[in-house]
C-alpha cells in the first residue's frame, strides 16, 4: 500500500481512533508501607558476670560493654553482677543481679519516628527508665510470664518468679494487664500479681524507705540523663565519654548490698581472722599509733604485717624524723636503727 494512497490514510487514522477511545483501567495511587527496621540494644555498662545467647544459638557467651544486641537475644547476670541497656529511643533498663531478659522485638519506623520495644523478663528484677515517646503510637511493653506492663514514658522497676510478678511506679502510669484484667498503676503504688490465684494486690509504697538497689538506680538515671541526647554518637564511636559513664556506674557495686569502692575506702586486714574488710580512708588517718611494730592494726607495725607476716616488737633509736613520723608509717623505714 502507498504512502500517499486513500487506503494507507483510513488505516492510520483507524489506529489513532482505537489508541485513543479504548477504555483504560482506572490508575489508582499505590500506598507504600513506611519501612520498619529492627532495633538495636547496646549494653554501655556492666559489673560482674554478663551472659549473652544470640537469636537461634544454644550457647552462652560472657561480654563486655559497650555490646550491641538484637531481637531474640537474651541477657543474663550472674550473682554480685549488673548490666545497664541503652534502647534506640534512649530508654534504659538495668539488670539486677541473677536476672534474665529477652529481647523480643525492636521496630522502627523511619517515616513517622514510631518505635515499639518489648522486652520479656524471665527472671530476677530490673528498673526501667522509659521517655516519653513523639507520637501515641510507639510503646515500650515489658512482659513476665501471663503479666504485661505497657508504658509511655515513666520509670519503674519489676519482679518476676514463677509465683508472682511484682511492679513499683517511680513516676508516670503504667498500664498493667493479666488475662482480660488491666488496671493502671500511678506513681507511688505498687502492685502485686499472684499467678495461681490470678487476683491482684494494689497500695502505696514508701518512697522514703529506699532499698540500696533503688538507691543505685536513682543515682545512675541520675548519670545516664548527662550522656542520653550524646548517647548514640558514644555507642557508635566507643568515645571515651561513654568509658567515663561506666566507671561512674562502676563504682556501686550490688552485693547484697552496695559497697563504694572510691579512693576513700581501703582493705584491711583483721589479725587472726585475715579477712578483708573496709575501712574509711578519715577514721584510718584518725586512729591511734602504736609504737609497736608487727601489732597488725592499720597503720602500726611493718608493712608485711598487711600480709599476714607479723614481725616481732623491736627497739627504735628515737630521732626527730620518728616523732614526726612514727613507725610502720613508711615515712621511717630509711632511718630505722637497731641498737
Not at 489508582?28 to 544470640?54: H, N, W
Not at 506492663?149 to 498500664?175: I, P, Y
Not at 542520653?228 to 563504682?251: D, I, T
Request: proline share 4%.
Amino acid at each position: 500500500m502507498k504512502r500517499g494512497s486513500w487506503g494507507y490514510l483510513i488505516l492510520r487514522l483507524g489506529l489513532c481512533a482505537f489508541f485513543v477511545f479504548v477504555p483504560r483501567g482506572e490508575v489508582k495511587p499505590q500506598t507504600v508501607p513506611l519501612p520498619v527496621e529492627s532495633g538495636e540494644v547496646t549494653l554501655i555498662s556492666a559489673s560482674g558476670k554478663v551472659r549473652v545467647q544470640a537469636s537461634g544459638s544454644a550457647g552462652w557467651k560472657e561480654v563486655k560493654p559497650p555490646a550491641v544486641l538484637r531481637v531474640g537475644d537474651k541477657v543474663e547476670t550472674g550473682q554480685d553482677s549488673y548490666a545497664v541497656l541503652f534502647f534506640n529511643d534512649k530508654s534504659t533498663m538495668k539488670l539486677a543481679e541473677s536476672s534474665r531478659v529477652a529481647l523480643t522485638r525492636l521496630d522502627m519506623s523511619q517515616g513517622d519516628k514510631t518505635i515499639f520495644s518489648r522486652v520479656q523478663l524471665e527472671l530476677g528484677k530490673i528498673w526501667v527508665n522509659v521517655q516519653k515517646f513523639l507520637n501515641k503510637e510507639s510503646s515500650f511493653e515489658v512482659e513476665s510470664g501471663n503479666a504485661l506492663a505497657a508504658v509511655h514514658g515513666t520509670v519503674f522497676e519489676m519482679d518476676g518468679s514463677d509465683e508472682e510478678a511484682s511492679m513499683n511506679v517511680w513516676e508516670g502510669m503504667v498500664d498493667f494487664q493479666s488475662g482480660a484484667e488491666k488496671v493502671s498503676v500511678g506513681q507511688g503504688n505498687r502492685i502485686r500479681l499472684f499467678r495461681k490465684q490470678g487476683r491482684f494486690e494494689k497500695g502505696l509504697f514508701d518512697r522514703n524507705r529506699m532499698s540500696e538497689w533503688q538507691k543505685w538506680n536513682s543515682q545512675a538515671d541520675q548519670r545516664i540523663r548527662e550522656f542520653r541526647n550524646k548517647m548514640p554518637a558514644l555507642v557508635r564511636g566507643n568515645h571515651k565519654e561513654l568509658q567515663s559513664l561506666h566507671k561512674q556506674l562502676h563504682r556501686f557495686q550490688f552485693k547484697g548490698r552496695f559497697q563504694n569502692f572510691r579512693q576513700d575506702h581501703h582493705r584491711q586486714l583483721v589479725p587472726g581472722n585475715q579477712k578483708p574488710s573496709i575501712k574509711p580512708r578519715q577514721k584510718r588517718l584518725n586512729a591511734p599509733r602504736s609504737k609497736k611494730l608487727g601489732s597488725g592494726v592499720w597503720g602500726q607495725g611493718s608493712g608485711d604485717a598487711r600480709h599476714g607476716q607479723l614481725h616481732k616488737p623491736e627497739r627504735i633509736r628515737t630521732t626527730k624524723q620518728n616523732r614526726l613520723h612514727p613507725p610502720g608509717t613508711g615515712w621511717s623505714n630509711h632511718v630505722r636503727r637497731k641498737r
